[in-house]
């Protein structure tokens, strides 16, 4: 059986989490991995490279806007019409109501936060309670959709065919009805959802005028930069670098967490990291527990050393 990904794509980019959702798709896939997505990113090359064979391009210029409701429409039609019974989908805060939705058009069951591939019987790895315990469960419907984390499988080339053809699916107008008024982003900035590493600074830091010890490191390795609540709710970094339970959870290769105590909010934030690097002078401060990899000592003493250490090394 075929089995169809929606590419989600910002700024004419298709998002590195959509091509890992080929990659998986692929490891499912009896037949033929076909995908969709909103008009022509520049790196849809890429989406054939992870084993794509059928790109369904949608021209409707009404789609670049961020609607669940005409998406979820549209990738439901598109199911239908390729015959597919398996839906796989990115996590990402658009994709979690894209999910929901298309699982009640299509009546389709659906398991997310998933990470790693299906064992016998269709039974699911699934992270829970934010990132703090893990559930397996069964999915038995007809037809699945399936939303993966980011990094739940290892991205490797396996090229197909990557034919682009036009899709034009029949939506109604209330799926439109979401008007889009203003749009914010950040520049010049890895963003914590997208990044491979994360560098973060606590509290230890003792003020905001000291943070170059944070955005020095991740420069050196092309990281994101993030941070604890307390920071954020003093004021020191903005908001949108706060990693944590009630911030931004992440799942990078790397994450370095530097002079922060692991509060069990953070912690939460965090615990989808493939290896976490902490540095802390406090032997006894909770996120060593959590830590693949700990250095006691003074941050202000560790960390340029082991920026140009980086910084030679690569």
């Known amino acids: 059986m075929s089995v169809l990904v929606f590419l989600e794509s910002s700024e004419g980019i298709v998002k590195k989490s959509s091509l890992e959702a080929v990659v998986y798709a692929r490891s499912l896939a009896a037949g033929e991995v076909h995908a969709m ?32 409701a005409a998406f ?24 979690d109501s ?10 389709a069951g659906l398991a997310t936060n998933l990470t790693g591939l299906p064992e016998s019987g269709f039974q699911l790895k699934r992270s829970i309670f934010t990132g703090k315990a893990f559930e397996t469960v069964s999915l038995n419907a007809e037809r699945k959709i399936i939303s993966i984390r980011k990094n739940a499988v290892e991205v490797s080339p396996a090229p197909a065919a990557g034919e682009v053809v036009t899709f034009q699916p029949e939506v109604s107008s209330a799926a439109f009805a979401l008007k889009s008024l203003a749009l914010e982003k950040t520049s010049g900035e890895v963003l914590l959802s997208d990044a491979e590493i994360v560098v973060s600074g606590g509290r230890g830091l003792k003020g905001p005028e000291n943070w170059a010890l944070v955005t020095d490191m991740a420069k050196v390795l092309g990281a994101a930069t993030g941070c604890s ?73 560790v960390v340029p050393k082991l920026t140009q250490a980086l910084r030679e090394a690569l």
């Open 37 to 68: 997505v909103a008009g022509s990113p520049s790196n849809l090359s890429e989406a054939a490279e992870m084993g794509a064979a059928r790109i369904h391009s949608i021209a409707d210029a009404r789609f670049q806007n961020a609607d669940a």
């Open 72 to 95: 979820s429409e549209a990738l439901a039609q598109l199911a239908s019409q390729i015959g597919t019974g398996i839906i796989v989908l990115a996590k990402s805060a658009f994709t």
């Open 98 to 107: 894209l999910a929901a939705r298309c699982s009640v058009l299509w009546k």
């Open 229 to 301: 609540k307390p920071v954020s709710d003093l004021h020191w970094r903005p908001h949108h670098e706060h990693v944590g339970q009630t911030g931004i959870k992440v799942s990078p290769n790397l994450y370095f967490a530097i002079g922060i105590s692991g509060a069990i909010q953070h912690v939460a934030g965090i615990s989808s990291s493939k290896v976490i690097v902490a540095i802390n002078k406090d032997a006894d401060a909770p996120i060593f527990k959590v830590a693949n990899y700990g250095i006691v000592g003074d941050a202000f003493d």
